[in-house]
């Protein structure tokens, strides 16, 4: 709709029905007007509350069978939409048959697209912010004050940019052209500015916000970002923090944290170990042979391992070496290294019972006779 276009005028029917009026009660034009608006008011007002009515029916119903909290506030949010919307039809084709409101046609008719035009984008933020905190609700962090205001911020800017193009669809409406092309073009020159002066504070915030929904670790969790290891202690808006295994603290932002492959250790359930043992070349067959059942026996021995293979893998430069692979049932570092313990010294304690040298680098002269 432009400006230069008037409001619909009265139809013929509604001005015949305002001359009936007028004619058979002996009134003035303006109260025959005034008349035929109430009786429209009275009857679109009727048929807006039954159709309310039913919406209310549905969208109750609906709420019965899902009772969830997100079915309940979209059903409000349509409730809410629609009651508001059947008031300004109402009110618009109830002020249609007032010829005295005529020269005002262009003001009503702008300000009735404005108030359409701004409930619709009540109506879509109101959906896309229920959406949002349907899927804050799936994650463990949502008592998180950050989280909690990592997502107060989100809201906010996904309302604006809504408003924001449902103020465009207006100014394009009216036929503002070059209102239109103007407000394109400031948005795009204030975007482009302001995107480069806080690239690195929205990559960090976005990439917070991704990590909160994605959940790929956790506070608590035990996590590697490159060379480094570390447990989880703060998800912040802009940055993350770890407690390094050496005691200090790594402040590293949200954006290198994304752009990073990252290990989890929190959902490592059965961690495999792999290793080699050398044992000197003059070993004697019957005590090579020896070695893969008496490792075997070792691991099962230790709480939390199980083992994989054990074999005598390769002919090495200074040693026989043999490959030896396990589990360990637990997900934490700790108890991987607590368990490589025992096994190293129950190894070491039995190759000495049984007279099995392991392999070092030593000198060894040959003298030719």
Do not use: W
Request: hydrophobic residues 50%; charged residues 15%; contains cysteine.
């Amino acid at each position: 709709m432009s400006l230069n276009e008037p409001v619909p005028t009265p139809t013929m029917s509604v001005a015949g029905l305002s001359d009936i009026f007028q004619q058979s009660l002996n009134i003035s034009a303006t109260s025959a007007e005034i008349l035929v608006s109430v009786i429209i008011f009275s009857v679109i007002g009727v048929i807006g509350c039954i159709f309310y009515a039913i919406i209310n029916k549905y969208v109750a119903r609906l709420t019965e069978k899902t009772t969830t909290k997100l079915t309940k506030e979209i059903g409000s949010v349509i409730k809410i939409s629609v009651l508001i919307l059947i008031g300004i039809l109402v009110i618009q084709f109830s002020l249609s048959p007032l010829s005295f409101l005529e020269p005002y046609n262009h003001i009503l008719g702008g300000l009735f697209l404005i108030i359409q035009g701004m409930l619709a984008a009540y109506a879509t933020s109101k959906f896309v912010n229920i959406l949002i905190d349907s899927l804050a609700e799936k994650t463990e962090n949502k008592n998180n004050k950050n989280y909690k205001y990592t997502l107060f911020i989100l809201k906010k800017v996904v309302t604006a940019i809504i408003f924001v193009v449902a103020v465009l669809i207006i100014l394009y409406l009216f036929g503002l052209t070059g209102a239109f092309q103007a407000a394109i073009l400031s948005a795009s020159v204030g975007g482009i500015v302001l995107a480069f002066a806080l690239q690195s504070i929205l990559s960090d915030l976005f990439s917070g916000f991704t990590i909160y929904i994605s959940r790929p670790f956790e506070i608590g969790d035990f996590i590697f970002v490159g060379e480094h290891g570390g447990i989880v202690k703060n998800i912040g808006v802009l940055t993350t923090r770890l407690q390094l295994l050496q005691g200090e603290e790594l402040v590293i932002s949200n954006k290198e944290l994304t752009s990073k492959d990252v290990r989890n250790f929190r959902k490592l359930q059965n961690r495999r170990i792999v290793f080699h043992i050398g044992v000197a070349y003059d070993t004697p067959n019957e005590k090579l042979r020896k070695i893969p059942p008496i490792v075997v026996d070792i691991i099962k021995n230790v709480k939390n391992a199980t083992p994989q293979f054990v074999n005598f893998q390769e002919f090495g430069e200074y040693s026989l070496k043999f490959f030896i692979s396990y589990f360990v049932h637990a997900p934490d570092y700790g108890s991987y290294l607590v368990v490589q313990e025992q096994i190293n010294l129950a190894i070491r304690e039995a190759f000495e019972r049984e007279g099995i040298e392991m392999a070092y680098l030593k000198n060894v002269t040959f003298i030719k006779r």
